[in-house]
Every structure is written in structure tokens, then in C-alpha cells.
């Protein structure tokens, strides 16, 4: 495995000045080789020219979080990471690779969860590379392969983990969203270690049932709420009945057997656990009676 070996370069600048007067020099020596006509004096200046001129293409530019991959006729000699006009070997072929911070967010996926259900699911990715040699010799397009390793992590995880967690179930993908960008992080960066690639992190963009099944599943989930209000309705409602039978017995209100205690009771929760208003109802019979 190749790893990268960071190198130093001179400076550009100062190359730069030594090339120009390097040239501004043999141009005059040639001149005069002309004048004193010296084929010698010529041979060597026009030699010397043409090494100058090769030693132009030494200079390159680095940018800000940029890194050039240095080669000399196809064996990695280091890599340069220091911004600026540079120059080195000017048969060395060199490669950009930026090191900057990038994201992509992956195509919608259909797939299915741990229960089988089908479902849509998309992840948003920030990565950088951080070992240019890896990233350009250990793999064929660095990234690409940062797309294909992703999506197939997230289907992975997403068939390990149901949609929405039931009784005694633990993470799910809706509800554990920090989990669950932890484990789809650390499964994309076990992928991509290889490529020099570092994962900075990984999100859920996009989690939803499948449309063929959506409508079912949010009838369940409609079902499932209207449950559970009428779960703490009920409870509500036994605890003021309770609690109204307390104050009445308390206070000496009026005494009441165990069947006008039911009937009170059936009232009471008929009033309360409806979801309509209750129209009330005056019995006078025993006025008459």
C-alpha cells in the first residue's frame, strides 16, 4: 500500500528570478557568440537556453487546501502540500488532489428495513481526503469510489435497523437519529479507509415508507395515536370519577349505595371520555311519585 510522504520543494519565487536572468544571460551570450562568430560560444549558449527553458516547466502553483502528487516517470516521489509558487523537478508530472471538505447527498434508496418493509431512504455525506497517495493510487477514481462505498453502507444499515421501533424494541431509524448517523459514519469510514478518504460525518437525509405502503402504515400510525390519547383519556377520567366519589364521602354530601355509585360512575365516564359535548338530562319522575 502506497501512504503518503510529504515533500519539500524550493520556492518558486526565487526560481523564478534565477530562470529569468538565466535566460536574459544566455540570450546575451549567444548575441555575442554571434558577433565574435564563435560556433562553439553558440553551441554552448544555445545549450544552456534550452535548459533554462526546460527548467521553466518546474513551476507549478499550489492553492489553498490543495495538495500536488509528485511523479517521476510513474514512481511517487512525495507529495507538497504548501501553498504558493513552487518548483522541482521539472520532469516530474504533477497532480492536483484537493484536500478540501466536500459533501454529496446520495440518490434516493429503496430498500427494505430489518422487518421487511419497504422503505426511501437518503444520506448526506462530508468527507475529505487526507492521504493523496492512497486516494490516487489505491484506487481507481477516488470519488466515485466515495459514492458507491456510501450508498452501499446506507443500504446495509438500513436493513439492520427498523423504520420505527414497537414494544420492547431499541434504535430504529426515525427515532434514533444521532445513532444512527454514528453507525452509518463509522460503517462508510470502515469503507473508505482504504481510498485515503476520512469521514468528518453522515446524516439521514430522507426516511420514509415506500408509496405502496405508505398509506397503510400511516393509517397504523393514526391508529396508534388514537390509542394512546385514549389510553391517558381513560386514565384521566378513572381518577376524577375516583376522586369525586372521595369528596363526596368526605364532605357528607349525600350517601350513596353501590348501585347509585355505579350509575354515578357510568355517568361520569360517559361525560368525560366522549368526544362529543353531552346534552343533559333532567329526571322528574320521583317529584311525582
Not at 225 to 247: H, K, N, P, S
Request: proline share 2%; net charge negative.
Amino acid at each position: 500500500m502506497i501512504r503518503e510522504e510529504v515533500r519539500k520543494v524550493a520556492s518558486g519565487y526565487l526560481m523564478l528570478v534565477v530562470l529569468a536572468a538565466g535566460q536574459l544571460g544566455f540570450a546575451y551570450a549567444i548575441f555575442r557568440a554571434v558577433v565574435a562568430m564563435s560556433v562553439s560560444g553558440i553551441i554552448a549558449a544555445t545549450l544552456g537556453t534550452v535548459i533554462v527553458a526546460i527548467c521553466w516547466a518546474g513551476l507549478f502553483m499550489v492553492h489553498p487546501n490543495e495538495a500536488k502528487v509528485l511523479q517521476l516517470f510513474g514512481k511517487y516521489v512525495g507529495t507538497t502540500h504548501d501553498a504558493g509558487l513552487k518548483w522541482a523537478n521539472p520532469f516530474y508530472a504533477k497532480t492536483a488532489v484537493s484536500t478540501r471538505v466536500r459533501n454529496f447527498e446520495s440518490s434516493k434508496l429503496k430498500v427494505n428495513d430489518s422487518r421487511g418493509s419497504p422503505i426511501e431512504i437518503a444520506a448526506v455525506v462530508v468527507w475529505k481526503v487526507f492521504d493523496t497517495a492512497e486516494a490516487l493510487f489505491e484506487v481507481d477514481d477516488y470519488e466515485e469510489f466515495v459514492q458507491i462505498q456510501s450508498e452501499s453502507a446506507l443500504r446495509n444499515l438500513s436493513t439492520t435497523y427498523p423504520y420505527e421501533p414497537h414494544e420492547g424494541e431499541g434504535t430504529a431509524l426515525r427515532s434514533h437519529p444521532a445513532e444512527i448517523a454514528q453507525a452509518l459514519r463509522a460503517e462508510i469510514q470502515d469503507r473508505l479507509e482504504q481510498a485515503g478518504v476520512t469521514v468528518i460525518e453522515a446524516r439521514i437525509s430522507h426516511l420514509a415508507y415506500a408509496s405502496e405502503i405508505a398509506s397503510a402504515m400511516l393509517r397504523r400510525q393514526q391508529a396508534s395515536a388514537i390509542i394512546a390519547a385514549r389510553t391517558q383519556i381513560v386514565a384521566g377520567a378513572v381518577g376524577m370519577v375516583e376522586m369525586a366519589l372521595d369528596e363526596l364521602k368526605k364532605n357528607h354530601v349525600v350517601e350513596l349505595d353501590e348501585e347509585r355509585k355505579a350509575a354515578m360512575v357510568s355517568n361520569l365516564l360517559v361525560v368525560l371520555c366522549g368526544e362529543e359535548a353531552t346534552q343533559p338530562v333532567i329526571n322528574t319522575g320521583s317529584l311525582y311519585n
